[in-house]
């Protein structure tokens, strides 16, 4: 068994209200590989990155049990870079600059020994690139989770549909829901998205936690309020790479066990959120996850006693 991830390796410039972070690494999978790698190896990594991207970032990596057989490195280009800058609120960002660099090019190959992974994360990418991996695996998946974006369904929607159809679980956040259903209200979006595919739709919502829909069910991950939200990128995939990383490590695929894979997931993106890049995210004590985990429990959990109505 074993964990397969697809998503951009980049370096980012964003700007927030609490300071500016030029060029530090950054990228979809860089985030999911780093919070999945706390519960599970080996991951299967499949990227590609240009001749700037520090091969010290790829070891580190390597060392947390992610296998690079799957990286692409161009010599004659440089790697994917985005530039964004947050709102005061920290909840909406501007895309400031997108460069596709080596992204433009590529066209994975998946390794042989990557074909039988069981747990797929296709990370935020051209839904082309989604599709050729999810055609080259041996069709005996557990989960195959999918991100996506808005910039990609402004630009490739129908391409995005098609992916869908064969994806078990879809994170989106609310504006991206609404945009792929055309729906104002996200259970009604939900309900749309279901019948484009995916069983589970999961509906990010920034600092305010998650939803996970599935078929007439709905639950509500929490986000933990924080004193100090430095920076919020790659939020979304720390929390898809806790996700899936749980879901590896117990290998139940049900609706209560993604109840409590979205509570991973708030919790590696609860870290993410506290530093620039990935600087959190690196050197993470299993205490302070253990004490995150259990923050969320009691941040949600109560006793209610049916008090009878009062008569008039
Ligand atoms: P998140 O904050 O979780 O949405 O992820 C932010 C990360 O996604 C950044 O590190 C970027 O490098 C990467 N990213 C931004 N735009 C795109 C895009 N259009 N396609 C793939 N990855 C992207």
């Not at 700037?52 to 490195?73: C, H, I, N, T, Y």
């Not at 599709?131 to 195959?144: E, K, P």
């Not at 806790?242 to 590696?268: D, V």
Request: aromatic content about 10%; proline content about 4%.
């Amino acid at each position: 068994m074993s964990i397969l991830t697809v998503g951009t390796m980049a370096f980012d410039s964003i700007e927030t209200p609490f300071g500016k972070a030029e060029k530090v690494i950054g990228g979809a999978c860089t985030y999911i590989s780093w919070a999945a790698s706390y519960w599970y190896s080996p991951i299967h990594l499949v990227s590609i990155i240009g001749r700037d991207f520090p091969q010290s970032e790829v070891k580190a990596l390597e060392d947390r049990g992610v296998s690079m057989e799957g990286l692409v490195r161009r010599t004659d280009m440089d790697s994917f870079f985005w530039a964004g800058k947050y709102h005061p609120d920290m909840n909406n960002r501007d895309t400031l600059t997108t460069d596709l660099n080596v992204l433009a090019e590529f066209d994975p190959i998946l390794p042989r020994s990557y074909v039988s992974s069981r747990f797929i994360m296709l990370g935020n990418l051209t839904p082309a690139i989604q599709m050729s991996v999810l055609n080259q695996l041996d069709g005996n998946q557990a989960v195959i989770i999918l991100d996506t974006m808005n910039f990609w369904m402004d630009i490739a929607m129908p391409e995005l549909k098609e992916v869908l159809k064969r994806v078990n679980v879809l994170t989106i956040n609310d504006e991206e829901a609404r945009q792929l259903s055309g729906e104002r209200s996200l259970v009604r979006a939900a309900q749309k998205i279901h019948e484009m595919g995916p069983e589970y739709l999961v509906i990010k919502k920034g600092e305010h936690g998650a939803l996970l829909f599935y078929k007439d069910q709905i639950f509500f991950a929490p986000g933990m309020p924080m004193a100090d939200v430095i920076d919020p990128t790659g939020a979304g995939d720390s929390f898809a790479g806790g996700m899936i990383g749980y879901l590896a490590r117990t290998g139940e695929i049900s609706f209560k066990n993604m109840k409590t894979a979205l509570i991973y997931g708030s919790t590696m993106a609860s870290f993410c959120v506290e530093d620039f890049s990935l600087q959190k995210l690196r050197n993470l004590s299993q205490d302070e996850i253990h004490q995150r985990i259990r923050q969320f429990e009691m941040l949600s959990s109560f006793d209610v006693n049916e008090l009878p109505v009062k008569n008039n």
